[in-house]
T-cell receptor
């Protein structure tokens, strides 16, 4: 079963704009991770945020985590056409090393 | 260094048949996990193996089985295929899979179509 929901399901923006995706989950977690997937291929790990962290940056990516609301957001700044992909959040639940994925956000960046 | 490799890339089977999917982890990684991704959904966890032992199992029927070999490569087997088994099967490797926040690196997947 899926861990939670991602919002929006689809997002279309212009190159240079910022893209924000949200993820909600249901259980206690060790960490939350974001992955990118291009056209049904393998997943690429983007960033990991631990349960005791509130914000993390990596290049043009900014991730926040609110454990009290069981939610996370991924911000991609100054988007590029190459950012077009599906983005998934995945949680590592406490007591379990397997990842539980959300349903994903399909991002389309128009050149 | 090579990443995670999976074979075959694509596979077409008919209902009732059996399939074996293969995965080679990144060199030095001892843990392999398998995920099923149905079109339009996120991946779902099937199995995790570490040092040839099953460390975790998702909510999948007994038709699904897996094993890990001494060289840490892994096979996923699915018996009595159903139409609903059509999906992208992803393999992920990690250093040991026991520590929290041990990053999982995914292979390109095997696209299975059941007719």
């Amino acid at each position: 079963s899926q861990q939670g929901e991602e919002d929006p399901q689809a997002l279309s923006i212009q190159e240079g704009e910022n893209a924000t995706m949200n993820c909600s989950y249901k259980t206690s977690i060790n960490n939350l991770q974001w992955y990118r997937q291009n056209s049904g291929r393998g997943l690429v790990h983007l960033i990991l945020i631990r349960s005791n962290e509130r914000e993390k940056h990596s290049g043009r990516l900014r991730v926040t985590l609110d454990t009290s609301k069981k939610s996370s957001s991924l911000l991609i700044t100054a988007s590029r056409a190459a950012d077009t992909a599906s983005y998934f959040c995945a949680t590592e639940d406490t007591g379990r090393r397997a990842l539980t994925f959300g349903s994903g956000t399909r991002l389309q960046v128009q050149p | 260094d090579a990443g995670v490799t999976q074979s075959p890339t694509h596979l077409i089977k008919t209902r009732g048949q059996h399939v074996t999917l293969r995965c080679s982890p990144i060199s030095g990684h001892k843990s392999v996990s398998w995920y099923q991704q149905v079109l339009g959904q996120g991946p779902q966890f099937i199995f995790q193996y570490y040092e040839k032992e099953e460390r975790g199992r998702g909510n999948f029927p007994d038709r699904f089985s897996a094993r890990q070999f001494p060289n840490y490569s892994s096979e996923l087997n699915v018996n009595a295929l159903l139409l609903g088994d059509s999906a992208l099967y992803l393999c992920a490797s990690s250093l040991d899979g026991l520590r929290s926040a041990d990053t999982q690196y995914f292979g390109p997947g095997t696209r299975l179509t059941v007719l």
